[in-house]
């Protein structure tokens, strides 16, 4: 027999599993989360800024880009996306390189070294989060994962600008 409506009825909601509770649950994880990606940052061979990671992450996700897509891509002025390269260029980070069709335009590319830090970072940030991971009990990890699926699931069949059927 199913107790509809009782305990151990999965649709019946607690106090904090609505979506504005859950949403500031996850608020808190994230901030928690970049804290431990700083962190994990911070401790690599070579200590990046923010601006000076997102960067180098941007050029190795589209090898090649000019200086304008990655000021676009970072949500800063040319200005200064031409000085952050600058910099990231003088710590043997990132190269500049003329673009073969166009004479005016150059292309951002990351050094075999700069890739060597990101790897560092990436490295560094997994081994921290597996830590985290591995101090949870497996039915958490389980239940986390099942709902980062479902969030991940929902988040790509909403519209673009991000109105859910819940959200009028």
Do not use: K, Y
């Not at 897509?69 to 390189?97: F, M």
Request: with cysteine.
């Amino acid at each position: 027999m199913t107790d509809l409506g009782g305990p151990g009825d999965p649709r019946v909601r607690r106090p904090g599993d609505g979506p504005e509770a859950v949403a500031s649950q996850i608020a808190d994880a994230v901030e928690s989360l970049t804290a431990l990606w700083s962190v994990a940052a911070q401790d690599a061979s070579l200590r990046l800024s923010l601006h000076q990671l997102r960067a180098l992450r941007t050029v190795q996700a589209a090898p090649g880009l000019n200086l304008t897509a990655l000021a676009d891509g970072l949500d800063i002025g040319l200005p200064t996306a031409s000085r952050l390269c600058d910099r990231l260029a003088a710590a043997g980070l990132l190269e500049r390189a003329p673009h073969p069709d166009t004479r005016r335009e150059v292309q951002l590319w990351l050094t075999p070294h700069g890739q060597n830090v990101l790897c560092d970072i990436a490295d560094r940030r997994a081994q921290a989060l597996t830590a985290a991971l591995a101090a949870m009990q497996p039915a958490e990890r389980a239940a986390l994962s099942r709902g980062l699926r479902a969030f991940l699931t929902a988040r790509a069949t909403m519209p673009p600008d991000g109105d859910g059927p819940g959200d009028r």
